[in-house]
């Protein structure tokens, strides 16, 4: 059974770096892009960053130069960096990925359980 594992979440101070990940693990035959979202409180979900499998990239307008995502295929894994961070990038963060499971023929759009990035002095 796939699924994505987010870490890194934590509270930092403004102007600070997290690194966040997300580990794809189950039976995979391959994974097509992978996303980052955030969710903050009484706002919809939006778009963080998203890297495809031939490693083109983007941006939320908010978080342009300073987000960088990444991923390293052989650990089915996918990064977000995060620096220069303010207090309005504070929000559950989610990654998502498109896999295809080992024995399906079809891909499917797979979720994290999220982790809380808070950003406060």
């Known amino acids: 059974q796939v699924q994505l594992m987010e870490s890194g979440g934590g509270l930092v101070q403004p102007g600070g770096s997290l690194r966040l990940s997300c580990a794809a693990s189950?039976?995979?035959?391959?994974?097509?892009?992978m996303g980052w979202y955030r969710q903050a409180p009484g706002k919809q979900r939006e778009l963080v960053a998203a890297?495809?499998?031939?490693?083109?990239?983007n941006y939320a307008d908010s978080v342009k130069g300073r987000f960088t995502i990444s991923r390293d295929d052989a650990k089915n894994t996918v990064y977000l960096q995060m620096s220069s961070l303010k207090p309005e990038d504070t929000a559950v963060y989610y990654c998502?990925?498109?896999?295809?499971?080992?024995?399906?023929?079809?891909?499917?759009?797979?979720w994290g359980q999220g982790t809380q990035v808070m950003v406060s002095s």
């Open positions: 998502n990925a498109d896999i295809q499971p080992a024995g399906f023929v079809r891909r499917f759009l797979y």
């Open positions: 189950g039976g995979i035959r391959s994974i097509n892009a």
């Open positions: 890297i495809t499998s031939g490693g083109n990239t």
